[in-house]
């Protein structure tokens, strides 16, 4: 039985044979995230000692779903929920045109990774925190700020 083409190509990607330097497997892996929202807050630049900059701002996503006995139908509640994304954007031309031209309400479809990290309050209580690495962002709406 033959299976479809893109299967095929799926499982030869899949299957892709390890590079091994020295003791260490070197294997593919992805870490993609996609997302399609409206920014929460005016974007904020941050940098540490002079290095490193970086762009950060808010995105929310919503969820819609209606609850009852028959979903199908018209009847029912709508229940919504939104989830809030913390976006970074560390590559220089891209941080700098989001921190330029993004506002609050702008609608954009960001690309980029999940990073988990940890860092110290003002209490001196360790935290964590999930951030989204974007390495795009595209402008979705016409509610941009006025170039500076």
Do not use: C
């Not at 330029?100 to 209580?125: A, F, H, I, M, W």
Request: proline letters at 3%; a positive charge; charged letters at 30%.
């Amino acid at each position: 039985m033959l299976r479809p083409a893109p299967w095929r190509v799926f499982r030869q990607f899949v299957r892709h044979e390890s590079d091994t330097v020295g003791s260490l497997v070197l294997e593919r892996s992805m870490n993609r995230v996609q997302l399609l929202g409206r920014v929460g807050q005016d974007p904020i630049m941050r940098q540490v000692d002079g290095k490193n900059p970086v762009t950060i701002f808010s995105l929310a996503t919503n969820e819609m779903w209606r609850t009852g006995e028959n979903e199908e139908a018209q009847g029912g509640d709508i229940s919504q929920k939104t989830t809030w994304h913390r976006i970074s954007v560390f590559r220089p031309g891209l941080r700098d045109v989001t921190y330029q031209y993004v506002k609050k309400g702008s609608r954009l479809y960001v690309e980029g990774k999940l990073d988990y990290g940890e860092y110290t309050d003002k209490n001196n209580v360790r935290r964590q925190a999930t951030t989204i690495v974007a390495d795009n962002v595209i402008f979705l709406s016409d509610n941009v700020k006025e170039k500076v």
